[in-house]
Each structure stands twice: as structure tokens, then as C-alpha cells.
């Protein structure tokens, strides 16, 4: 019952997210300078996060290695980034971008964040004990430290980012820009 709830919420979370990204295009009319500075913010969060799914093994290890050796969450950073970067070229009217943007904080910091810290910290802390005490300790939950953590060095793995389905969120991103490219050069 509780995972068909789950999964019910993760479609209408995915829902609400396609019709926020699809109106902010919308009411957009991005410049070429916009366009650029925002592409660049999106492309750096969309490399976070292939970077962080490329080590990611979801419940079955304490991660450390590749971005998670500086951030506790660098698929929400990079989230954060191409949220960043898709309002900074959706320049519209009314300033509507800042607004989406505000919006997309506020759930991101009073939602996102709180409910990450509240279940995946207990269920880490119950799967791995000391070991995720001293690597919650020493690493930011969320904007890098410029120091590594020192726990395992593993390889990214093509694997493990395809294993994560971060392909799909690449194929969005690329569609969204394709859109936005679209709105600035018609």
C-alpha cells in the first residue's frame, strides 16, 4: 500500500514538475546571452548529477566516492542547478522566471531537503550505523566542501549512471534546451 502511494505521489510530482518547466518555456522569451548563462548553469548541474549517478548504489552501500565525497547530495545540487539555469533564460514578463524560481527554492528547501534528512538519514543511519554518523558529520548536506571525504575512491561507472536512469533526466534537460534554443533564435 505504501509503495503504490509512493509511486502515485512520484507521478503527480512528475507531473507538477513537466507543467512548471512547460509554462515557464512557455511564457519565456529568452535572449542569447540569457540562453548561454542559463545553459551553461543547467549543463554544470546535469554533469553533477551523471557524475553522482555514476557511483550512486541506491540503499546498498554508504556512498563516499566521486561527488558524494564532498556533498551529501549532489543529484539534489544538480537539480538546484538546472532549476538555476532553465529561470535565468526564461526571462518573461512580469519577471515571472524570479517567481518560478523563488517557488522552486521554497519546495526545494521546505520540502525536498526536510524529507531527505528526515527518512534518508534514518534509514542510512539504521543500514550503516557509525559509518554514517562520521560521514554526516564531516560532509555537507548540500553545497560541496572543498574538502574530500576520506572514504573509498571507486570509479565511475557508466553502468551504475544507466543503472540510475539518469539518461532520462538527460533526454529532459536536452529537450528542455531544444525548447528554449527554439523560443530564442524564432
Known sequence: MASQRSRILGYIRLALVYLFVGTLVWFSTPTPRLFAAGALIVLLGEVVRIWAAGHL??????????PYAFTQNPL????????????????SRWHLNWVALALGYVVFFGYY??????????????????SFSHYNAAVPILL????RYPGKRAPWSFGKAVRNQEYLVLSGVLLVLVFFAWKTWS
Open 57 to 66: 548504489v541506491k540503499s546498498l552501500e554508504l556512498i563516499d566516492s566521486g
Open 76 to 91: 539534489y545540487l544538480g537539480r538546484l542547478l538546472i532549476l538555476t539555469g532553465f529561470c535565468v533564460m526564461a526571462r
Open 113 to 130: 531537503i526536510p524529507r531527505k534528512l528526515r527518512v534518508e538519514g534514518a534509514r542510512l543511519q539504521k543500514m550503516h550505523g557509525d
Open 144 to 147: 560541496p566542501s572543498l574538502r
